[in-house]
């Protein structure tokens, strides 16, 4: 339940999901069961109910009468579907160093508060071809634990002009194939290739996901209607802190 919170909350907030899942057992020495394919195929597939709960009319809307910017979203897809497709395995086993992480976290920040500098006019609609692969290919840098989808995509956005909640919401709509097939890979790989799923753990982790991923989706865009990122950078450089204290301390 715990890490289903974390995760529906720093998915879509620009902290980094990923570093947070790997931090918490960390910290904690947790391990078993919140290692399982079938709990990371809850997290995912919470995840992805919260997106489609929060934007099923962005996306019908999309399909019947916004088909260029449709296209746009799919086309953006595909950098990070790449990378996710030959470097996830890659990522989970390699790129786990809690000090990447508090690196990461570091420069992602960084880059946050430049883009917060830049000057932007664009709405959803405004946003181009050249615009969408400059985000898209961003979210692929998300691989990396501590960057953030949510928080590289913004950005990106931002330097390109576009609005900081109009990016937010391009943000959330571009990650949504990317969850969706990262949750149906994993589906298959935990429920048909390997068998004996722990139900009771899957429900937990897709409930807690959900529920917590509706509340900071909403949170975020009410949030950057009136605030910049810079809340969430300072928090980012505070956890950077704490793992190098921390990774001092185990030493």
């Not at 931090?23 to 069961?33: I, K, R």
């Not at 290692?35 to 709960?53: E, I, K, R």
């Not at 099923?56 to 449709?70: G, M, N, S, T, V």
């Not at 664009?122 to 071809?129: T, V």
């Amino acid at each position: 339940m715990v890490l289903g919170i974390v995760q529906g909350i720093t998915e879509f907030l620009p902290v980094s999901s990923t570093a947070h899942l790997i931090l918490m057992p960390w910290f904690f020495n947790w391990s078993g069961e919140v290692d399982t394919l079938t709990f990371d195929v809850a997290l995912h597939g919470g995840t992805l109910l919260s997106l489609l709960f929060c934007f099923w009319k962005d996306w019908i809307e999309l399909i019947a009468k916004k088909q260029r910017l449709f296209g746009l979203i799919v086309l953006a897809s595909i950098p990070a579907g790449l990378a996710g497709f030959f470097l996830n395995d890659f990522a989970e086993h390699t790129l786990r160093s809690p000090l990447l992480i508090s690196l990461m976290l570091i420069v992602v920040g960084v880059v946050m508060l430049m883009a917060e500098k830049a000057k932007t006019h664009k709405g959803l609609d405004a946003i181009r071809l050249n615009d969408a692969i400059a985000i898209g290919i961003a979210q692929a840098l998300a691989i990396l634990p501590g960057v953030s989808r949510s928080g590289i995509t913004i950005s990106t956005g931002l330097f390109r002009g576009v609005g900081r909640e109009a990016s937010a919401r391009f943000s959330f709509l571009l990650s949504t194939p990317i969850i969706a097939g990262a949750t149906v890979l994993h589906f298959k790989k935990a429920f048909f290739d390997h068998g004996n799923p722990d139900f009771q753990l899957f429900a937990a982790g897709l409930l807690s996901s959900f529920i917590t991923g509706i509340i900071a989706i909403k949170f975020l865009l009410a949030f950057l209607k009136k605030h910049p990122l810079n809340l969430f950078v300072y928090y980012r450089f505070a956890l950077a802190v704490v793992i190098i204290a921390g990774i001092w301390l185990r030493r």
